[in-house]
């Protein structure tokens, strides 16, 4: 009996892990004073990771920009979190129909900054920011356009829409081949006999869904 409690007291006083000590908590990302995403990590008492991605219940994001966040703080609970080289990755589901999850990979920077990995995306890593408990999030203008910093060379790119309308498919306007020839016995008129250059429309590319989603 005695060995079995001094077993038990042995593992309460365990060291937390040095990666724990540093990463548990809440981590912002923040368009100047205004907060996009909130995520909570922690560790639990078996080693495992988890974690809650705090998200506007509506908004539109191409990952860099974001707009017409609305509807309220929408908290979805991670799916699986495993540690690996120092660092925390987790995937939180995505249940519209073919979607695949949404997984995202946090090393600590300092005491303060968490550099966050989109996995799968070619999105830059975001700069994660160390928030309260009790730090407000939400109340955000829908009709703002919020900006992450970005470094000099990423591109910007259009506004995705994140909805629960189906997503339109990448379609790419090629031109259509040139007609043929008219037989050589069938007169052509003065105006068809002039070489001109074939015009050439310039393909045109729409992205209809969100950048949770397609990458």
């Avoid at 923040?30 to 990590?41: L, P, V």
């Avoid at 069938?186 to 002039?194: G, I, L, R, T």
Wanted: charged share 25%.
């Amino acid at each position: 009996m005695l060995h079995k409690f001094l077993l038990a007291l042995a593992v309460l006083l365990l060291p937390v892990s040095a990666l724990a000590q540093g990463i548990e908590g809440n981590w912002d990302l923040r368009s100047g004073d205004t907060t996009i995403f909130r995520f909570t990590i922690a560790e639990g008492d078996g080693g495992e990771w988890s974690g809650t991605w705090q998200r506007p219940a509506s908004f539109n994001t191409d990952g860099n920009a974001f707009a017409r966040l609305s509807g309220g703080v929408e908290d979805v609970p991670s799916m699986t979190g495993i540690e690996f080289l120092e660092r925390v990755e987790l995937s939180f589901d995505d249940p519209r129909p073919g979607a695949i999850p949404d997984i995202f990979r946090f090393e600590l920077i300092d005491e303060g900054h968490v550099r966050m990995t989109y996995v799968g995306t070619d999105l830059e890593p975001y700069l994660l920011v160390r928030s309260g408990e009790n730090d407000p999030m939400g109340d955000w203008d829908i009709t703002a356009i919020y900006r992450r910093t970005l470094p000099a060379s990423a591109a910007d790119g259009d506004i995705r829409v994140r909805s629960n309308q189906p997503a339109l498919e990448l379609r790419s306007a090629r031109p259509s081949a040139a007609p043929p020839p008219p037989p050589a016995d069938e007169p052509v008129a003065a105006a068809e006999q002039e070489d001109e250059a074939p015009q050439v429309e310039e393909p045109e590319t729409r992205i209809g869904s969100d950048f949770l989603e397609g990458f």
